[in-house]
């Protein structure tokens, strides 16, 4: 298994499961062995519990899917009671997505994640939600909100703090060196790209929101483009999303900067995904003498 160091962890696969697209881990033991994945990442837990959006809030589009689950979830509290000791018993890495709306409402919830002592590495902090204090714009947008939220939550927390990075901004760079000097210690990049469908039949918006959130293959080449600015902005290591599909698109994404990779809409199409293509990783290596997948990061050359 081509295990990956990432700061002070080693990861016994780069591939990780992404936040909304794999539940609570739980979910598919009955088809797939969790143990064997690199790490899951859960979906994101909010100071309280939220219904989400009204359906339909998923709707498929060429090489992709649009989502508005509106960060459905059943609220910190319950998630440490419900949750936790099932991922507690896992032998896999298990990294806790946390959203809110305020930068009280994430380090509440943080607080409460680390008091429950649960044996999760880390946090990976959604910042694509609006925030109520500043008027609803996205934290994300913002690389003074950005530092000023991951400087909160570096004061709560000794374990990993991953900020994921949104693609709905006019420089990904400045978002990511304002995580940076907040003290993460690593970020994901990306989240979905606004987008939106429409039924001809109907004349209806096929998401019950409008805009919804854009994933899948359709999305790889501008993933990889910003995974490709962040680590040209940033020094610490990059967790590398969007639109994964194959063995050669996490090879991209590691020459691009990444040192890890997470996939996410193809978890629907084959659960198991992750695992096969670790498998095939390792062959990848073990042909081209390679003794880490590592070994390849941030080599893209220019013409
Ligand atoms: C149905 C669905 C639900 C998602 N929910 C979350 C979420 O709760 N928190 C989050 O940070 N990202 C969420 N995402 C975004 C994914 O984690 C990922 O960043 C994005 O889908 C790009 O990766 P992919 O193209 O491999 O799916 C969700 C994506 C999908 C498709």
Redesign the pocket.
């Known amino acids: 298994m081509s295990s990956v160091k990432f700061g002070k962890l080693d990861f016994a696969s780069p591939i990780l499961v992404?936040?909304?697209?794999y539940g609570y881990g739980h979910e598919t033991k009955s088809m797939v062995d969790v143990n064997g994945i690199g790490g899951i990442?859960t979906?994101?837990v909010t100071l309280h519990p939220r219904e989400g959006n009204p359906p339909p809030r998923?709707a498929e589009t060429s090489s992709?899917?649009l989502?508005s689950?509106g960060?459905a979830?059943v609220g910190v509290n319950e998630y440490c009671k419900s949750k936790l000791p099932y991922l507690n018993e896992l032998n896999t890495k298990v990294i806790i997505?946390i959203?809110g709306t305020a930068v009280d409402d994430y380090v509440e919830t943080l607080k409460i994640l680390e008091s429950a002592g649960g044996n999760h590495v880390g946090y990976?902090v959604?910042i694509?939600c609006p925030n109520v204090k500043e008027g609803g714009m996205s934290f994300g947008v913002s690389a003074k909100m950005t530092e000023s939220l991951t400087s909160e939550l570096r004061k709560c927390t000794s374990k990993l703090l991953i900020m994921?990075l949104s693609p709905n901004v006019t420089s990904i760079e400045d978002i990511a060196v304002g995580a940076e000097n907040g003290g993460a210690d690593a970020l994901?990049a990306?989240?979905?790209l606004v987008g939106m469908g429409i039924d001809i039949k109907t004349r209806k918006m096929k998401i019950n929101t409008t805009f919804g959130?854009l994933?899948?293959?359709a999305?790889?080449p501008i993933?990889l483009a910003n995974v490709h600015k962040v680590f040209r902005a940033v020094k610490i290591p990059i967790i590398g999303?969007?639109?994964?599909s194959c063995v050669e698109d996490i090879i991209e994404f590691i020459l691009a900067g990444a040192d890890l990779v997470?996939?996410?809409?193809?978890n629907?199409r084959e659960p198991g995904i992750s695992i096969r293509l670790a498998e095939e990783l390792d062959l990848y290596c073990r042909d081209n003498n390679l003794t880490s997948i590592s070994d390849l990061k941030g080599l893209a050359e220019y013409r």
Request: hydrophobic fraction near 35%; aromatic fraction near 2%.
């Open positions: 992404a936040s909304g697209t990442i979906k994101s998923i992709g899917m989502n689950i960060l979830n997505n959203a990976e959604n694509s994921k994901s990306i989240n979905t959130g994933s899948g293959p999305i790889k993933a999303l969007g639109g994964i997470q996939i996410g809409t193809l629907y």
